[in-house]
């Protein structure tokens, strides 16, 4: 039973690079090919968030799962770079620090903004995805479903989702009430129509925001998300005219190339006049180009990693919350990897004690077919030669749990095979 984990996110690597290592979600399906036909007996699972990118990988067999080394030369070949330029952002964890990682990503205690409840979704998606691929199995299967219980016990039991938690709210708060004293007056812009665009509506909305423009390529998903707000949808092709007119806007597509280049905005700035406005670049990749600050006086631009110094001023203020969700989180650790080491090593601890069993009943039937006379004595016989074979039986298979519990238990599993000719 091995696990593991190699990731790049907002802790380890800036946002040019996550973005160059960022898989869209129409490139996940190619992606999952290229690690199908890469490590074809792996077990794995692509999550690809604005914060993060992450490859799991598990198989029983050590030899059969990728290295470091394997995962990194395949992100070069999918994205076309030398990996020279990346290999040292790329992080990695094996075996108990795999579980751990993923309950903490999923239970928000690694994001930006702690106890943000779009991660969880993101995992979930990125699960389903994985299945829908052909590439999850039963060791990520037990551990993704696990993660998603994990994140709802974290929820449930501690205050980490209370106060403003998604991105967009913790953007528009902190940045935004030092552009502008009010919303209420202002006109927002919305460039997409995903979860993240839900999440900047749902609390410009609540902050008084009256007119929403959305933009979407998708016109049926603009649509629903400005009937849902009271919002209008404006049409694509026409953004140029909505981008010099806005007070607001809230970027959110991701898109490649980048949606707005400098020289698109400044020409809508100068149709529209040059009026403060705070530009929210939430897009990985971004979706406005970052020269586009320096336009003038009243271009506010912040994005995704302008958020950290606030996020992490934040989270010290829930430390005592925080530490609540890591206890809960260690237990669960504990608990799935216990699962997981008795799937690992219950068969063949079974077989071993059968094949034990066999030969104590071949043994003490012949014992009593030659010494009949012992007949009255057989259940305190049998049980003290039951007691024999829990004590020479107790060393092996003690070391193979202390092996199990290291995440890496083959090397014993293949010597007792090999010294009791086993077969699971």
Known sequence: MNLQVVYCNHHSSGVALRERLAFPKTDLPRAYA?????????????????????????????????????????????????VDEFFDDLLERTGPDVVRHLFQVAASLDSMVLGEPQIVAQVKEAYNLAQQNLASGPLTNALF?????????????????????SIASVAVGEFGRQIFDRFDNKTVLVIGAGEMAVEAVRYLKEDGVQRIWVCNRTPDRA??????????????????????????????TGAEPCLVPRDRFRAARRRGGQKPVFV??????????PSISNLDDNVFLYCIDDLEAICE????????????????????????????????????????REQWRQVVDLETRRLFQRLPHLESDRAEIERSIEQMVNKLLHPPLEALRDEAREGTPHGLLDALRRLFRLSD
């Open 313 to 352: 001023r934040n989270r010290r203020a829930r430390h005592r919350e925080v530490e609540k969700a890591l206890a809960i989180i260690d237990h669960e650790t504990d608990r799935l990897m216990g699962e997981l080491h008795h799937r690992a090593t219950g068969p063949i601890v079974k077989r071993l």
């Open 223 to 252: 649509a629903a998300l400005a009937a849902e707000w009271g919002g209008q949808v404006v049409p694509f092709d026409r953004l140029d005219e909505w981008l010099g007119e806005a007070d607001v806007i809230v970027s959110t």
């Open 34 to 82: 290229a690690l199908r036909s890469a490590f074809p007996q792996a077990e794995c699972v692509l999550l690809s968030t604005c914060n993060r990118v992450e490859v799991y990988t598990a198989q029983e067999n050590p030899a059969l799962i990728p290295s470091h080394q394997d995962v990194a030369r395949f992100f070069a070949e999918f994205h076309q770079l030398p």
């Open 280 to 289: 929210l670049d939430l897009g990985v990749p971004r979706d406005f180009e």
């Open 145 to 165: 479903q696990r993660a998603l219980a994990v994140s709802k016990r974290v929820r449930t039991e501690t205050g980490l989702a209370e106060g403003r938690v």
